[in-house]
Every structure is written in C-alpha cells, then in structure tokens.
C-alpha cells in the first residue's frame, strides 16, 4: 500500500527547512555514508550527516509536524520511528539513487535500540518546479508507482518495495527520508485496518450516532489487538 499524507508541513516550515538546509554547507557528506553494501553502489547524493546539529533540530520538526497527523497514525501505525533525515540531489550531477531495498533492521544512532524498517517514508521538502526528474518509483504488486509530490506531502511505502530515485537534471530535489516500525508488521493487515478506520471516520460524519459505529469501532481494535506487536 502507498499512502500520500498531504501537507505534513506548512509554507512557514517548509521556508525555515529549506533556509536551514541550505546554509548548513558542512553539515552535508556523501549519501554512500548510511548505505549499506548494495545500496552503495548504486546511490549518487547527498545527505545531513547524522549526529549534526541541523539534522537533529529539523529532524525533531517533522516528528512533531507528524503527531498532528492522524492519516499518518493511521496508515502507519506507528511503533518507532527513526530520526528523519534529509537528502538532496542536484541537477548538475545527476544525482539518482538506482534499484534497492532499504535494509531491513537498523541501529537508532546514539541509543544502541534497533527498528524494524516495516514502511519507508519521503517527506518532499523542494517543490517539483523546482527541479526536473527526481521522482520516487516504487515497484509494487500493481506495477511500478511514480512518485513527485508537492512541497510538504509525504508518501509511506511498504519498506519491502524494491524502488529508485530517477536522475535529477534540472534544479535541486530536497526531502527529508526515514523508516517507520509499524505494531503491525504485515502490510496487508496494516491496509485492512486502515480501510476500516477510514470507513469508521466517513461513517461518523456521514450517520453520527448510528449503532453500528460501535460494533464497528470494536471490530478495529479487537483486530489491532490481534495483530498489534508493542
Ligand atoms: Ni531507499
């Protein structure tokens, strides 16, 4: 399942990232940094290095940017979520990031806890006038999905999906990256219960107060409790 979050941020913090960002010049090293040995080999950009002051401070926005979302928790239901990071790809180079799989099991810098990376997440922080190519492809069971969304949109992806990032070659694409470990783990419950949710949410405002709300609601958590892992 992809699911698109729109406007996880607004103009104002859209504006202070991209100021931070592009001032933060000795903040930014080669992206092969965090990859592992495949990804390496195929991954051309950039990225804050971990442990820096700016990717903490911006890091800690998304997260609270992501606690008024409740699209978010629903799709994703989250159990941990690693420190949002930030890349860019420049037009000049050609940055792109080929084919991968995003591993699996990753170490939290600095706190010696593991997350299991169940969904992988972009949050786009340029607009995509600002620069040509850049898009997110995700191969999923219906084929290949192009991803390029609005400044301040985020799009969840299972981190199972083979994907890529397409050749900038125009402009400067900006996001900011990071995995989310789910309670549930298996994609296909994770997407059940999000239907169910989102149908609770139309139901509620469609007929308030109908009987069927509870028992519905009760179906939801009684399946989360089923499947949930914390
Ligand atoms: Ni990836």
Redesign the pocket.
Known sequence: MLTRIPKVLNAEQLQYMRERLAGAREAWVDGRATAGHQGAQVKHNLQIAEGSEVGAELGQGVLAALERQPLFISAALPHRIYPPMFNRYEGQAGMH?GN?V?GSVRLIPGSGEQIRTDL?ATLFISSPEDYDGGELIVQDAYGEQRVKLPAGDMVLYPATSL?RVTPVTRGARVASFFWIQSMVRDDGQRALLFDLDMSVVRLTQDAPGHDALVSLTGCYHNLLRMWADV
């Open positions: 990031f991968h995003d992988s994907h």
